[in-house]
């Protein structure tokens, strides 16, 4: 079960594939045709399904690739959730702040939620993995915007969820 916090923020150590909430985010790649990590996972437990709709939206929307920091939905194939919405973390990168588009990720994603009416909404800890932000860093611009995000009681959950107990750990101490 997850671990309530704060008003309607909870925190999970889990797989984001397996959350049983109305939208579920992937940190994808501006490409939006799949990679490793959380964006690998989500494809192989979801089935083919999204990819061909990833596929469409490439062709009409995003014929560039999805811009960093901007979130884009697609349904969720097999999984348990309904939607599943991709988003295009920053890289991380010592030489210039990037923060504000991590801040957007997260944003435009719960703007997307909106849109889509999801009530519950479970995200990975974007750009920590393969793109390298630093955890402490990620955690805190996360749970910075999901608080800001959240304050007016548009949603009932809005769920982190932390492949490992070093960043369940982070997390919680940010929470
Ligand atoms: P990015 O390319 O945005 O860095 P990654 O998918 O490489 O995205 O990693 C983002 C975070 O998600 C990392 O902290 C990684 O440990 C974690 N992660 C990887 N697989 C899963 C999963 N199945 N469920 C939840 N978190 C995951």
Not at 7 to 33: F, H, K, M, P, W
């Amino acid at each position: 079960m997850p671990n309530p916090t704060s008003a309607g923020i909870t925190i999970v150590r889990g797989d984001i594939t397996e959350q049983d909430v109305d939208a579920v985010v992937n940190a994808a790649n501006s490409s939006l045709l799949g990679g490793g990590g959380v964006d690998g996972a989500i494809h192989r437990a979801g089935g083919p399904g999204i990819l061909a709709e990833c596929r469409e939206l490439r062709s009409s929307r995003y014929p560039d690739g999805l811009p960093t920091g901007q979130a884009v939905a697609t349904t969720a194939g097999r999984l348990a959730a309904r939607w599943v919405i991709h988003t295009v973390g920053p890289v991380w990168s010592k030489s210039e702040d990037r923060s504000e588009l991590l801040a957007s990720c997260y944003r435009e994603s719960l703007r997307v939620a909106r849109e889509l009416g999801a009530r519950t909404v479970a995200f990975p800890a974007v750009s920590t993995g393969v793109y390298g932000w630093p955890l402490e860093d990620g955690a805190r611009t996360a749970v910075g915007v999901v608080r800001e995000e959240t304050a007016d009681g548009g949603f009932d959950e809005v769920r982190f969820v932390l492949f490992d107990e070093r960043a369940y750990g982070v997390f919680a101490a940010q929470l």
